[in-house]
């Protein structure tokens, strides 16, 4: 693996494209109910305690802490950030009990957010903003925001970003523990958001750097608990596709190759990437026991976030996911949310649909497949995880125009059929996480967080898997909001 080329290309990219002047644009306030609050960030440096009003009995399985990581600071002395993902990542821990519940939250002590906060202004800029007077990077971990999703691992809890490396947090009080470096010749090396740990502790994750190289790599990393990396590939990719998640098989790890693709050219990140529908997309297929062994699948033109899971059955790999038809929620959605103006609507662009992409290992042909469910954050049942695995995320109710998603959704993908809860009205729903039943493979809870601008609160909402048009069981709500975020995860009591 050439950790120079990575690190080069990082910094090559961040003095060239983001040292361009382009002013941030001035915060505005608004007046309730107003959708844009959960995008308006917050000028507070933590949340201390405080006591949840809880409705309903919390299932004892759903009692513990269940964390939460977002972009949370995302104005300074009158500048605005651009796009969504580049405020500084405030983790909200949420502690759930039979009848109480409280909150708390604090910001990942990165590196950037202590220069930044101690100068009172932005020094750097962001993935998708670029700042007239602004430092230049000095490597990944430069303008590390820390701000998408969080992942226990030996006994701590881990901040992590898709640009550079994870920050290790302590999980009872939030303190930032210091960048993780896995080795010293993968310091400040892209580690994604989005790990994925088998059952026996394994974790698998990747790095994307769709700058380096001819067109683009990707670097894989196979980590044990208690033991550090066990294997590091570099893989050249085939084009220079925009990556922030994957999904795995008992042995396979597989790789959605996007048609948004890194061009070069502009004054950001996010901006160097161009819609090129033309070429379609590619799947890329890594074999977990030899990851030299490698195989591309072609596959029509789209966009992908996030993947619910993927399985092997009878000579295919299916991999389920949230596909857009185009990258239009990444190329101008997150900027127009981003926009804190009086008068604001939601912007306008394609939604996610629940499609399963069938890959035969025999022919090498790949079909696509979609039950044009609208659907986002999509997860399983990990004990539980073949052709018939139910699929839940965030949605929008049946009846209503509302542009942001309203609901928790449940789809069966063999079958088609859709269960969802609507979520009272002015409520934004966040990513749900399933939380096992005992016994009963695919039965559990769903606790996801949701934000009520018109009541100006955040709270949580707990539903039965099996019943989502009963509504919550329980429901825990505070006398403040925070700002909306991506990506979580729960630890019982």
């Known amino acids: 693996m050439n950790r120079r080329l990575f690190l080069q290309a990082s910094v090559a990219v961040a003095a060239s494209h983001w040292a361009a002047a382009r002013a941030g644009q001035p915060a505005a306030a608004f007046e309730a109910p107003d959708w844009t609050l959960g995008w308006q960030g917050t000028t507070a440096d933590q949340y201390s305690p405080l006591s949840m009003r809880v409705e309903g009995t919390i299932p004892e399985p759903v009692r513990g802490s269940l964390y939460r990581n977002g972009p949370s600071r995302v104005a300074r002395a009158g500048v605005h950030l651009r ?44 993935a998708g903003t670029a700042l007239p007077d602004e430092k230049p990077s000095r490597n990944n971990d430069t303008g590390n925001v820390a701000n998408t999703s969080l992942l226990p691992w030996d006994d701590e809890l881990l901040a992590l970003w898709e640009g550079g490396s994870a920050y290790r947090l302590d999980p009872e009080n939030l303190d930032t523990l210091g960048r993780k470096d896995w080795r010293d010749d993968l310091k400040h090396m892209p580690f994604s958001a989005h790990p994925l740990v088998e059952a026996d502790g394994t974790m698998w994750n990747f790095g994307s750097a769709p700058y380096a190289g001819e067109n683009g790599m990707i670097v894989i990393y196979r980590v044990a608990p208690g033991r550090g990396v066990q ?6 990719l085939p084009m220079a596709s925009y990556m922030h998640s994957f999904a795995m098989t008992e042995r396979y790890l597989v790789f959605y190759l996007s048609a948004h693709r890194f061009a070069g050219g502009a004054d950001n990140f996010v901006d160097n990437f161009q819609w090129q529908p033309g070429g379609g997309s590619r799947v890329l297929l890594v074999d977990k026991n030899d990851l030299t062994s490698q195989r591309l699948f072609e596959t029509p ?59 035969d290992l025999t022919s090498g042909k790949s079909r696509l497949e979609s039950n044009d469910t609208l659907i986002e954050f999509p997860g399983v049942d990990a004990r539980h995880a073949d052709g018939s695995t139910a699929i839940f995320g965030v949605g929008h109710a049946s009846d ?12 069966e993908p063999e079958s088609g059929r859709a269960d969802r ?54 429901t825990a709500t505070m006398a403040r909001h925070v700002p909306l975020g991506f990506h979580g995860c729960f630890i019982p009591a």
């Open 421 to 474: 809860y609507a979520l009272p009205k002015w409520q934004i729903a966040e990513e749900p996480l399933f939380v096992a039943k005992p016994g009963k493979a695919g039965s559990g809870w769903l606790v996801g967080t949701f934000l009520d601008y018109a009541k100006q609160e955040t709270g949580v909402h707990v539903l039965d898997a099996d019943r989502l048009a009963d509504g919550p069981v329980a």
């Open 83 to 126: 796009h969504w993902f580049d405020g500084d990542g405030m983790v909200q821990h949420f502690r759930l009990n039979a009848n109480s519940a409280s909150h708390e939250a604090r910001f990942v002590q990165t590196e950037k957010f202590l220069e930044e906060q101690a100068a009172g202004r932005f020094i750097y800029g962001g």
């Open 400 to 411: 209503s125009d509302a542009r942001y998603s309203n609901a928790i959704v449940r789809v």
């Open 301 to 359: 033109a789209g966009f992908v976030f996030h993947f619910a899971h993927a399985f092997e059955r009878k000579g295919e790999v299916v991999a389920r996911m949230a596909l857009y038809p185009d990258a239009g929620v990444m190329s101008h959605g997150m900027f127009e949310l981003m926009k804190a103006s009086e008068g604001a609507t939601y912007p306008d662009y394609s939604r996610a649909r629940l499609a399963s992409l069938r890959l």
């Open 231 to 236: 294997a590091v590939q570099s893989v050249p």
